[in-house]
């Protein structure tokens, strides 16, 4: 089985793959690079492009999202845009008929440190730890894995229950 997790975006939008077989394994992380596209839709293009090509090369049965954070601090056009950014990677997946879960920033840190403030120097560690990792090559693609690994703990969670309810 393997866990797509994907941290949305336009600029860098991260993606982080693990394959669960008794605990996760690490496969592949990474970006995909929007930066010099100007227009909306021909980045939202260039991002489903992205997503289709990494489901098409690594086919996971199951893809995790970080829901949107919609900070005051942000102009709302931000905010919007990185909506369209998300919407787009969901309609992804669903186009390649794959379960998509969503979690937020705060669940996915919880999860993997303990707190729902952690940092991300803490985050960091704690994703390194999980899968034996020395490096990954950006904080949007460790972001993403932490996205695949709070999916593999909540997936976990769920089978175990079903254990004890028979």
């Known amino acids: 089985m393997i866990f797509l997790g994907l941290d949305p975006g336009l600029i860098r939008p991260g993606f982080g793959l693990i394959k669960i077989k008794d605990y996760p394994y690490y496969i592949d992380s990474g970006y995909i690079n929007i930066i010099k596209i100007n227009s909306l839709s021909k980045k939202l293009k260039f991002l489903y492009s992205g997503i289709s090509e990494i ?5 996971p049965s199951e893809v995790a999202i970080e829901e949107t ?30 379960p998509v879960s969503e ?6 840190k919880q999860c993997l440190t303990g707190s729902g403030a952690s940092n991300k120097i803490n985050l960091k560690k704690m994703v390194y730890s999980y899968l ?3 490096y990954i090559n950006s904080y949007d693609a460790l972001d993403a894995i932490a996205v695949a690994l709070t999916h593999y703990f909540k997936y976990k969670n769920k089978l175990n229950n079903k254990k004890y309810e028979k």
């Not at 954070?69 to 942000?74: G, L, N, T, Y």
């Not at 979690?103 to 996915?108: C, F, G, P, T």
């Open 103 to 108: 979690y937020s920033s705060r669940l996915i």
């Open 132 to 134: 034996n990792l020395r």
């Open 69 to 98: 954070f919609i900070s005051k601090k942000k102009n709302i056009f931000k905010n919007l845009k990185l909506i369209q950014a998300r919407g787009t990677a969901l309609v992804c997946a669903a186009n390649h008929n794959i």
């Open 55 to 59: 489901i098409s090369n690594y086919c």
